[in-house]
Nanobody, 113 residues
Framework: QVQLVESGGGLVQPGGSLKLSCALSGSRISTTAMGWYRQAPGKQREFVALIIGGGFKTYADSVKGRFTISGDNAANTVSLQMINLKAEDTAVYYC???????WGQGTQVTVSS
């Protein structure tokens, strides 16, 4: 069955960088829209970035210019490169495979001094 596993989260200082990875099993990333979402404590889960077929990409306004989503077909993973991180980016980040409607378990990103 289709499963997603996120990794790469951790503690980083404001202005720092972090790269998240989402490993897909049971299918290929090239066959489904892949998205990153995040949820901060007490807030709704929100859209962060989307990639389709390694070509089309779109981002939430709050992260545009700072985050980059990309796919590695050989590794069957989708990454989220985050730079210039802000405290407001603190959240649990989740990966989603749109075609299958499944989510990963999430990885915690904490931006703090």
């Amino acid at each position: 069955q289709v499963q997603l596993v996120e990794s790469g989260g951790g503690l980083v200082q404001p202005g720092g960088s972090l790269k998240l990875s989402c490993a897909l099993s049971g299918s290929r990333i090239s066959t489904t829209a892949m998205g990153w979402y995040r949820q901060a404590p007490g807030k709704q889960r929100e859209f962060v970035a989307l990639i389709i077929g390694g070509g089309f990409k779109t981002y939430a306004d709050s992260v545009k210019g700072r985050f980059t989503i990309s796919g590695d077909n050989a590794a069957n993973t989708v990454s989220l490169q985050m730079i210039n991180l802000k405290a407001e980016d603190t959240a649990v980040y989740y990966c989603n495979a749109g075609r299958f409607g499944v989510w990963g378990q999430g990885t915690q990103v904490t931006v703090s001094s």
